[in-house]
């Protein structure tokens, strides 16, 4: 009776989780996506502590105090700006655990001395579990690092990186393959957990911070897959679901990303984007633009602002990296008073992660019915009398539709360029993240605000009131 309560649990548990991405897949349903979420992993927990096989409480205890300790703070004084860093840290957290407990099935299983009669199957699962499990734990690290400052942004590239990275991939696959049929052989076993961890570090390590976005989604997938082999080897149905879900949507994601910026998984993980010999290329590759940036003060920039009729927001990394999401709140409720019509261009890789500035501007109260996407607003461009860029780059790059030689040709683009006036807060001349000089910035049309975009915001604020 309390197996099959605990099953029907599982059942409720995976019908919210369906309900959660879906309600995930809009801003307005989000929050209600996140409760049944919230609700139904909840309910799987408790359903799973009623199942008899456990034998002692006292360690599970242990781990959710450790873990509620931990998570509270992560979760709630971490700020928005700080997101895509927490996410890649949470990966490394959740892949841990399905490793460590692939790792504990095996050791429990040569302990015991069931090494011989362990089936195929099982070691299937286990040997999925791990191999995805260690890589994504290593990583998200990585990724981690890269995000939050500790190691540079840009790839880190070695003489025959990619024939490196491909021997051990196929050295790791050669020892889950002979784990199928030679379980009891350990070393081998300890062999392609080192071999995993290694291709997780020296995989993202090469990856530019320009290609965070798809490298957050596939590493997700990746978890979501190693929980999937996890509750293969436990023979856990929630698991199984839960991971499966996860994996699919990850993978789904990564997709999009990869779309969105016209790149493939085999360019984004190989192709060292944003490595100091792209740049060179882009440079130097002919078909580009040759101009100057032209500067403007905030006091004139507001003019512009407060007097146009229809105005679009882009904001990119640069608005995450100064936190400047709340004056840009502010900027917005000023120049509505002065009856403009103001939307925000949203494109999908814009900042760090999938979602990166709705989740910023959410926070910071900006309504979702003006958070426009990409399809939705480039046809608005040629009617729309300022376009106020905010740290974005790559993502208006007009060189993606008429350089050919450029590295970002043919990703889409948000149509900026199109506007009647163009005006972009930049901390500097130089390049963005993938180090792509940007035609945008020499568009007769466009002016150049310099400065951290909070500060320049908060000048932009004064000089709208004042106008």
């Known amino acids: 009776m309390t197996e099959t309560l605990i099953q029907l649990v599982y059942l409720v548990s995976s019908v919210l989780f369906i309900l959660s991405l879906r309600g995930l897949g809009r801003a307005e349903t989000a929050r209600r996506g996140m409760q049944y979420a919230m609700l139904g992993m909840a309910l799987a927990v408790l359903a799973t502590l009623a199942n008899e096989q456990i034998v002692s409480y006292e360690w599970i205890l242990i781990g959710l105090i450790v873990g509620a300790v931990m998570g509270y703070p992560m979760g709630m004084w971490v700020p ?100 199928i049929w030679v379980p009891e052989a350990q070393w081998v076993f300890w062999l392609m957990v080192l071999i995993a961890f290694m291709i997780g570090i020296l995989m993202v390590v090469p990856i530019g911070g320009a290609d965070m976005p798809v490298v957050i989604a ?13 509750g293969f080897a436990l023979n856990n149905n929630i698991l199984i679901i839960a991971g499966a879900l996860d994996g699919a949507s990850g993978f789904v994601l990564a997709l999009v990303m990869s779309k969105a910026m016209n790149r493939s998984f085999g360019n984004v993980l190989f192709g060292a984007f944003g490595s100091a010999e ?140 199109e506007a009647k006036s163009i005006l972009v807060l930049k901390r500097g001349t130089g390049a963005g993240f993938s180090g792509v000089e940007n035609d945008l910035f020499i568009d007769p049309k466009t002016s150049m605000l310099f400065g951290d975009a909070k500060d320049s915001l908060g000048h932009l604020i004064v000089e709208v009131k004042a106008a």
């Open 80 to 179: 928005m700006t700080a997101m895509p860093q927490r996410i890649a840290f949470s990966h490394a957290f959740g892949a841990l655990a399905a490793t460590l407990v692939g790792i504990g099935e095996y050791i429990s299983a040569a302990k015991h001395g069931g090494m011989a009669t362990i089936s195929a199957g099982k070691m299937t699962a286990l040997g999925l579990e791990v191999l995805f499990g260690a890589l994504t734990v290593t990583g998200s690290l990585m990724a981690f690092g890269k995000l939050q400052g500790i190691l540079p942004g840009r790839p880190l590239t070695y003489p025959h990186q990619n024939t490196t990275n491909l021997v051990l991939f196929g050295l790791g696959l050669s020892c889950f393959v002979y784990l």
């Open 218 to 230: 596939l590493l997700n997938s990746y978890a979501g897959l190693a929980a999937a082999a996890t």
């Open 278 to 417: 792209v740049a060179a290329a882009a440079v130097g590759g002919g078909g580009g633009k040759s101009g100057t940036m032209v500067a403007i003060n905030a006091e004139d920039a507001a003019m512009r602002l407060a007097y146009a009729q229809k105005v679009v927001i882009v904001p990119g990394y640069g608005m995450a990296v100064s936190q400047a999401q709340h004056q840009v709140r502010e900027l917005v409720e000023l120049i509505e008073k002065r009856g403009v019509e103001v939307r925000f261009a949203i494109h999908p890789v814009a900042g760090r992660m999938p979602g990166h500035m709705n989740v910023l501007l959410a926070e910071a109260g900006v309504p979702y019915d003006k958070l426009l996407e990409m399809d939705e607003v480039n046809p608005k461009f040629p009617e729309t009398d300022v376009a106020l860029v905010i740290g974005a780059n790559d993502v208006v790059n007009p060189a993606a539709r008429t350089n050919s030689a450029s590295p970002i040709y043919g990703m889409p683009i948000l149509n900026v360029h």
